[in-house]
């Protein structure tokens, strides 16, 4: 039987499916291009171009593929455009999922594995953050995510469906073997921003607040490599096919670093200055952001591979110097 992978050609969704092809998993991706890109779906994938939204295409894909469970990537992520057009983030988060629910259960298809976030803490009380803490989200984004996780409880009661949401803290780096790697568009995420500045698409990096209660003042992140991150949704899905029960897990390090300890490890990584100043903090960042990953630890056995800032950033600048324009020949 086949795992289908939703959102299978975006950054962490195309990673994980490397990943279930090296384990030798049975793969079937679904995309609708919108932000993902064709080129980053493993050619042993079985590929289909379809909307979660499009309940005809959803229950075609049920009905030709023998699909044991569904790990689910398809959403919109930004969180400054969820704040600016939040009904795409309704429309596409929640509306998606409740069609691709829907099909679900009409089809008997009963595991999914769904990618969460850690915006859905909002401003934690504590850090690290543990997956009991309190969840207000301050971002559209968060609260659609936050949404999903509950629409699949209910549906979980009524319907017999399991889920695990997996709540990842600030992915970052590339596969390994450099052929797979971050690719937005616009970019809005710190590590790519200042590895354009070596690559010489932009001048400087900056640095947004410098006044926050931390170290040096920037903010602090958990940043999780993306093949960690992979690894996790396999021990995740291997988890239900066992029999586990619904389940929430935070996906991070535990350790965080700064804005200006990042872009210090980025300097020594590729050689290059990478001048940054300081520009006026961004609405909506916490100040903090470090997970307790010890849940995912103890009962996925999940061990992060890839914990060491500067691995992060050798194997992101490997992708990002040899990809400078991402997946963009002028085509997706
Ligand atoms: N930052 C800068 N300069 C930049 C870009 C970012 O200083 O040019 C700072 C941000 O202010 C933040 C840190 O770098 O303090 C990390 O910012 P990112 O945009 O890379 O990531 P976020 O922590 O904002 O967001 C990430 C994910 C979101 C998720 C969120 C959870 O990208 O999807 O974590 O809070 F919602």
Not at 93 to 113: E, F, P, R, Y
Not at 227 to 250: K, M, P, R, S, W
Request: proline content about 5%; some cysteine; glycine content about 10%.
């Amino acid at each position: 039987m086949a795992i289908l992978v939703l959102g299978g050609a975006g950054y962490i969704g195309s990673h994980t499916v490397y990943a279930l092809i090296q384990a030798g998993r049975d793969v079937v991706v679904a995309d609708n291009l919108l932000t993902g890109f064709r080129a980053a779906v493993h050619p042993g994938a079985r590929f289909y171009q379809a909307d979660i939204r499009d309940r005809k295409a959803m229950d075609a894909l049920f009905e030709k593929e023998n699909i044991e469970g569904v790990i689910h990537f398809a959403a919109s992520s930004q969180v400054g455009e969820s704040m600016s057009d939040p009904l795409k983030y309704y429309d596409n988060n929640l509306c998606g999922t409740t069609v691709l629910l829907q099909s679900m259960v009409a089809h008997g298809v009963d595991k999914i594995v769904f990618s969460s976030t850690a915006a859905t803490y909002g401003e934690p009380e504590r850090v690290p953050i543990l997956e009991t803490d309190q969840t207000r989200p301050t971002n559209c984004y968060g609260e659609t995510k936050l949404a999903m996780e509950r629409m699949m409880y209910w549906t979980s009661r009524a319907h017999g469906l399991r889920y695990v949401a997996l709540r990842y803290f600030n992915a970052c780096g590339a596969h390994p073997s450099g052929v797979i790697g971050e690719a937005h568009n616009p970019e809005t995420h710190l590590i790519p921003l200042i590895l354009q500045v070596p690559n010489g698409q932009r001048d400087k990096i900056s640095i947004f607040g410098d006044d926050y209660p931390t170290r040096d003042g920037t903010c602090v992140r958990d940043y999780i490599h993306v093949t960690d991150l992979a690894q996790a949704h396999i021990l995740a899905f291997d988890y239900l096919l066992a029999g586990g029960e619904n389940n929430v897990f935070n996906l991070g390090n535990g350790v965080g670093f700064t804005v200006r300890e990042v872009i210090d490890a980025a300097r020594a990584v590729t050689g290059h200055p990478i001048p940054a100043e300081t520009c006026p903090r961004r609405t909506g960042d916490p100040a903090q952001l470090v997970a307790s990953s010890e849940k995912a630890r103890t009962v996925l056995g999940w061990t992060p591979q890839y914990a060491d800032l500067n691995t992060i950033l050798t194997s992101a600048w490997n992708w990002h110097k040899n990809h400078p324009k991402g997946y963009e020949d002028g085509t997706k």
